[in-house]
RNA sequence: GGGCCCGUAGCUCAAUGGUGAGAGCCGGCUCCUUAUAAGAGCCAGACGGCGGUUCGACUCCGUCCGGGCCUACCA
């Protein structure tokens, strides 16, 4: 028999009994092996980074994941279960070299390279392991890796000493904790993928061959932005993830022309540290430039005529910069335009004005030739083609030129329409230079420092502000200085730790992406969800505009990349294989056997040039993290070592994550790696959902304490909950979760103990989520207590499920309904799922929750409440329609929340049925049997609720309450059908209204009067213009012109001086009410309510109205439900004392009292009640 | 700068070239209830502004105002 369930279903509590029992009873591991064979459903996921423990907002994609997944599982389909971490990049080497206090790379190396790797590879060993138990905890049914496995390689990590491990196929495997680890994921041993293993990397290498042999990789030589922090040159992706606004002292320098006494060129910078490393200056020859006289000091001054009274970011004053916490920062004033600027210095007047064309070729003194680098023969660093030059004689006027899509570079507006050209310090002004044939003075080394050729500025970094005050202060001195202001801007910073970049002249490595079309046509065939992000077309835009691909950093922890160079010809080879490698080396390889082709072992492996028999060594950098997690769908479904299994699994059916910035990332990286792998689409479904928020739809902090952990959110939400409210979203719109008040602390009762922090050490703080109480109380308790429900009242009646069935023909209507609409339910999972709609199923999941609850259970209460009767045919079909419902919704809603499910099919299920599969969640998912459906029915029980409705609105209006039993109520329906229906239907409503009697009329006539009203929506495409006089006209005609309109018939009547026939369709009939009688319509129903109260329908009220205090007072004193008792009343109102004879023994049988007595005084403890409408005082004792 | 989307009730969101613009939450009131921490009903409350097309515009078009998103190397 059922177990008796109690009423406080005790949500969290249930979800860690459930952990244990799918832990315990490995039911997991019995779905895989179930399903093991059947036609594959291939997800493939997305890395999570291993650097941190999860919060809230990464459960909403892997809920996502865990969902789908459940539910193909239960439609028999075999899948992978393959977790993913990202365990490569500079974010790792980040946390890592907080965690060691180090502030530089030679830090790093002076520590040893082969320390930081491991270390960097511990690290993402134990977040991994937590985000493992995390996972679990959601319920995220995944091949996990023990935790405790992952933390005990991570322990072994950089000793020497075998660790043993049992993976999570079951082999047990001893080795040196570094080699294990790069095996981690592989086929044999099962578990997450980690991007840092040996396949992982070495399918990248297969990738960069292919990219090698269709000549698209390239060595450049760029101004790239550069962290000084990280001393690595930054890819343009990650340059859009961390652009900040921000302030800069901005300054008007100028330039005395040589040749020209008194005459400068005037000239504006943001980066008043390049002007160090000045070497020309561009302006456009079309443009119009003034000769402008200072009246200060007679100085002249070239700059372009447009910007004289220029307003200079008006608008960004006014509108800030295109993001909301974009705002024109509040302590920088507006700024000014040139005229305003010069006027404030004395005055001036406009001499001349010339075009750019004229000036090109003057030349001029830069702002610091005192400085050896502008000294320097072939600039700096020394360029021996350009040795006879030197950046003190390149200072000329130049053509600014065009960019690619043939706009110029220089332009009237912000600045002086004169550009200062540092080719060593910018992008457009690199390839100026390289034009122009001027020399490049570079002057940053890694950290961001001056280089030895500055002078006083050797040594500062570049984007310290004191460097950018003593550019001034030496510009002062020299009287070149015009005018500072803070100029606020968007400035590219480290996305990671925040720090500014700068520009610098690097050596890095590319892809060159002029094969985007072939990429573009393979984003075509994929299908972009939600429809309303229309994911393609950014996809799309991104990929018509990216530029080419820098894959190299001059970092430690990374993917090799496998380029290995000649260092006296230039001449590169990418190696594509590790094999390949080891046929190739010359030297190193025993060094580095053994080990993860990671720095610095990889570093050792030396191989020949075959043209110049040089030894060739491999570039030091490490590669893009992108790279890492693009070449999964090859990596993980073994591209390179069994090419029948990836095929199987390839292309993936599905890839959910979270889209702001993937675009540019992870969907990119698979889209490129896999059109240059196999020019095909690497998954056909993409489904995007966007970012949890706090309840005002701001983003949440960690730096604030306002971000949730995801310990605290599932301890005090619950998981089920959670996740229903994140699947229940809408994917395109930003979730609004609540928050977290970092001020109010909390104790989390978990598995383990009490916890006051988190394993960090994070204090927990209280959670508030409205949206998910909300859900909570209005879907798992509803659920909860129609199971509470079923099975305390099958226990009691002993209900045997193995009885046999009533025939669902032979089962009352409402039992009929109720299944229909189960049945429209299951039609409605399917298609949803399918489409990855899993929100448009909850949707009706919940209504139908709804209607079980307070429709069907409300409705047939007392056919459960009915003494036994073994021969009681309409209660067995009663506890079998309900049954039927509960344990079939169980199944529908098991992928949403598998924790309550579990634990209802346990009860309902397992603990009467031994031979039904274990879990609920090794059960097929139900398919809805067509002929259980029954539109009609739905349609026809949704009129007997619009009934209900609308009398309870009546009652509501003419202040009648439900207790008070009223004599009739009449009914009728423009269509015909509906009267049979809701007839049907009357005992239903009888009860639910209070009334003594249903009559479906064929009119309403005699109770009400009718309205008419035009239907504009036929009669305007016939009438056009006539229709304004219809519209007033109609509803005066007299009634019983228009009456044949109700009986289906049509009418020609005179509206507006002309003949307008009016069919049935084109009038609309409306009810007012008649005396006696309330009435009201909807739908094309009208119903009436008989008002008139009879003396006898009044004493009946009173009666109730009684029942309902007596039962009041047994709840009050907490009397059992079979307790018998002695009720008192005093009063001296004939009405009362009249209803007590008739109606005396009906509230005895009611309220189970053995006598209800009269007294004179008021009873000890009586409470003071309206019965009808007079006082009564009452009391009740057991007897 | 370029491109896109959205302005509907106090809040979160619907729908629609046609008469009374829906729902949920919140609030006020009433009712019902021996499964329910539930439920039912009523009330209050909205188409950003201005033009145009149309018999009729919240809907289509234009424009302004206000939000948001994407994109961009403006020195």
Redesign the pocket.
């Known amino acids: 028999m059922f177990e008796k369930v109690?009423?406080?279903?005790?949500f969290i509590r249930g979800e860690h009994d459930v952990l244990k029992f799918w832990e315990s009873g490995r039911i997991f591991d019995k779905l895989r092996k179930q399903n093991a064979g059947k036609p594959a459903w291939s997800f493939l996921d997305g890395p999570i980074t291993a650097n941190n423990p999860m919060g809230v907002h990464h459960a909403w994609g892997r809920t996502y994941k865990d969902a789908y997944q459940r539910y193909f599982a239960m439609n028999g389909h075999e899948l992978r279960y393959q977790n993913g971490f990202d365990c490569q990049g500079l974010w790792v080497e980040i946390e890592v070299e907080r965690d060691l206090g180090f502030t530089t790379k030679a830090a790093i190396e002076e520590l040893g390279i082969d320390k930081f790797s491991n270390a960097c590879k511990q690290r993402v060993l134990k977040y991994a392991a937590r985000q493992t138990e995390q996972s679990i905890r959601l319920g995220y049914w995944m091949d996990w890796d023990d935790p405790d496995t992952l933390r005990k390689l991570s322990d072994g990590i950089g000793r020497d000493e075998p660790v043993t491990i049992t993976t999570p196929s079951g082999k047990t495997e001893t080795g040196p904790a570094h080699q294990l680890v790069g095996r981690l994921g592989c086929p044999e041993w099962g578990g997450s993928y980690f991007t840092f293993s040996t396949e992982n990397n070495e399918t990248i290498w297969t990738f960069l061959k292919k990219c090698f042999e269709r000549g698209k990789i390239r060595r450049g030589h760029d101004v790239m932005p550069w962290s000084g922090r990280a001393g690595s040159a930054y890819s343009?992706m990650e340059?859009?993830d961390g652009?900040k606004l921000s302030v800069h002292k901005?300054v008007f320098v100028r330039f005395p022309l040589r040749g020209r006494e008194h005459e400068y060129l005037l000239?504006?910078?943001?980066?008043p540290w390049?002007l160090t490393s000045n070497v020309a200056a561009?302006v456009?020859p079309d443009l119009e430039y003034v000769k402008l006289k200072s009246k200060r000091d007679g100085a002249v001054y070239y700059f372009?005529k447009e910007?004289l009274d220029f307003q200079r970011l008006s608008?960004e004053f006014?509108?800030?910069?295109?993001?909301?916490e974009w705002e024109w920062p509040k302590d920088v004033p507006k700024l000014k335009s040139i005229g305003q600027i010069f006027k404030e210095q004395g005055g001036f007047e406009i001499v001349d004005t010339i075009t750019g064309a004229d000036m090109v070729g003057w030349e001029y003194d830069g702002p610091f030739d005192d400085l050896p680098a502008q000294q320097q023969a072939g600039g700096v660093p020394e360029d021996d083609s350009l040795a006879d030059k030197t950046g003190i004689s390149c200072h000329r006027v130049i053509d600014?030129g065009r960019?690619?899509?043939g706009k110029p570079?220089?332009?009237?507006?912000?600045?002086?329409?004169i550009?200062?050209?540092?080719p060593g310090?910018?992008?457009?002004?690199h390839k100026l230079g390289a034009e122009h044939g001027i020399v490049g003075i570079a002057p940053l080394q890694e950290d961001g420092t001056f280089t030895a050729e500055f002078g006083d500025f050797t040594g500062r970094r570049a984007n310290d502000p004191e460097t950018a005050e003593l550019v001034f202060e030496k510009l002062k001195e020299k009287h070149l200085l015009v005018s500072v202001e803070s100029?606020p801007?968007?400035?590219p910073h480290c996305w990671r730790t925040g720090d500014e970049l700068v520009f610098r002249l690097v050596d890095e490595w590319f892809i060159d992406m002029d094969w985007r079309d072939e990429i573009k046509a393979v984003t075509e065939q994929i299908r972009w969800l939600p429809e309303?992000?229309?994911g393609k077309?950014?996809e799309l835009?991104?990929l018509t505009?990216?530029?080419d691909w820098m894959i190299s950093k001059k970092r430690f922890w990374g993917l090799a990349l496998p380029i290995w160079i000649d260092d006296e010809t230039g001449d590169f080879e990418v190696i594509g294989s590790l094999a390949e490698l080891k046929e190739r080396a010359v030297e190193g390889w025993d060094e580095f056997e053994g080990n993860t082709p990671h720095r610095p072992w990889i570093d050792k492996v030396k191989i020949e040039n075959p043209k110049t028999g040089n030894v060739m060594s491999r570039i030091p950098d490490v590669g893009n993290p992108w790279l890492d997690a693009g070449i999964v769908p090859f990596s993980t479904m073994h591209y390179n070592s069994n090419r029948d299994e990836w095929k199987k699994w390839y292309p993936a059916d599905f890839v959910t994550e979270c889209f702001?910035?993937q675009?540019?990332n992870w969907f990119y990286a698979l889209l490129a790696m896999a059109t240059m792998m196999d020019d095909s689409p690497p998954f056909k479904t993409l489904l995007g959902h966007r970012l949890v928020m706090n309840?005002?739809?701001k983003p949440m902090h960690k730096s604030d304490g306002t971000a949730i952990w995801f310990e605290e959110a599932a301890e005090q939400v619950g998981v089920d909950t959670m996740r229903w409210m994140f699947l229940a979203q809408?994917p395109?719109?930003?979730l609004?979760f609540g928050h977290r008040n970092p001020d109010k602390r909390v104790t989390l009762e978990t598995p383990d103990g009490p916890a006051d922090q988190t394993a960090e050490g994070v204090p927990t703080c209280a959670v508030v989520s409205?949206p998910a109480d909300?859900t909570r109380?209005?879907i798992l308790?509803?659920l909860?207590?129609?199971y509470?429900?079923f099975v305390?009242?099958a226990r009691l009646d002993e209900f045997d499920v193995t009885a046999e069935a009533v025939p669902v023909a032979e089962r009352p209507e409402i039992d009929r309904w109720v299944l229909a609409n189960l049945h429209a339910l299951i039609q409605t999972a399917n298609t949803e799922m399918r489409e990855f709609n899993v929100a448009g199923f909850l949707k009706e999941a919940a209504r139908f929750i709804?209607d079980?609850?307070?429709w069907?259970?409300?409705r047939n209460?007392r056919r459960f409440?009915r003494s036994k009767d073994a021969g009681d045919r309409d209660k067995l079909a009663a506890y079998q329609t309900l049954y039927d419902v509960l344990v079939t919704l169980t199944k529908l809603l098991a992928p949403v929340i598998p924790f309550l499910t579990e634990r209802l099919y346990q009860n309902l299920v397992r603990a009467v049925d031994k031979n039904a599969p274990e879990s609920v969640h090794l059960c097929e998912y139900p398919q809805a049997d067509e002929a259980l459906l029954d539109p009609e029915l739905s349609q026809r029980m949704a009129l007997a609720?619009l009934v209900?409705?609308?009398g309870?609105?009546?009652?509501?209006?003419t202040?009648l309450?439900?207790?008070?039993p009223l004599a009739e109520l009449r009914f009728a329906c423009a269509n015909p059908a509906h009267l049979a229906a809701i007839e049907n239907l009357a005992d239903v409503i009888k009860e639910e209204l209070?009334v003594k009697q249903i009559t479906g009329c064929e009119h309403l006539d005699e109770l009400v009067s009718y309205?008419y009203?035009?239907?504009?929506?036929?009669?305007?495409?016939r009438?056009?213009?006539?229709?304004?006089a219809i519209?007033k006209e109609l509803p005066e005609l007299d009634g019983d012109l228009l009456a044949p309109l109700r009986s289906g018939q049509a009418v020609t009547v005179t509206l507006g001086g002309e003949s307008v026939e009016l069919g049935p369709d084109?009038?609309?009939v409306?009810t007012e009410q008649a005396a006696d009688w309330a009435a009201a319509?909807?739908d094309g129903v009208q119903i009436a309510l008989s008002t008139s109260l009879t003396p006898g329908l009044v004493q009946e009220g009173m009666a109730?109205?009684f029942?309902?205090h007596v039962?009041?007072l047994?709840?009050d004193a907490d009397l059992?439900?079979e307790d018998r008792i002695v009720v008192t009343y005093s009063s001296d109102d004939g009405e009362v004392v009249g209803m007590m004879e008739t109606w005396g023994e009906y509230i005895c049988r009611?309220?189970?009292a053995d006598a209800v007595n009269r007294s004179d005084a008021s009873p000890a403890g009586g409470k003071i009640v309206t019965v009808g409408s007079v006082e009564v005082s009452l009391a009740i004792a057991k007897s």
């Open positions: 109690s009423a406080d279903a005790e343009q340059v859009a652009r901005s000239v504006w910078t943001t980066t390049t561009a456009n372009a910007n608008r006014k509108e800030g910069f295109g993001r909301p600014g960019d690619s899509k570079n220089v332009v009237a507006g912000e600045g002086t329409g550009v200062h050209i540092a310090c910018g992008d457009i002004d100029y801007h968007i400035y309303a992000i229309d077309e950014r835009e991104w505009n990216m530029r702001p910035g675009f540019r309840e005002e739809g809408n395109a719109a930003d609004r409205a909300e109380r209005q308790i509803t909860w207590n129609t509470t429900f305390n009242y709804d079980l609850s307070n069907y259970i409300r209460r409440w609720q209900v409705n609308l309870h609105g009546l009652r509501e209006k202040s309450r439900v207790r008070q209070n309205t009203k035009p239907n504009l929506k036929t009669l305007g495409p009438y056009g213009k006539l229709l304004g519209r084109d009038v609309m409306g319509d909807q109730r109205d029942v309902r039962q009041q047994r709840k059992e439900i009611e309220t189970l």
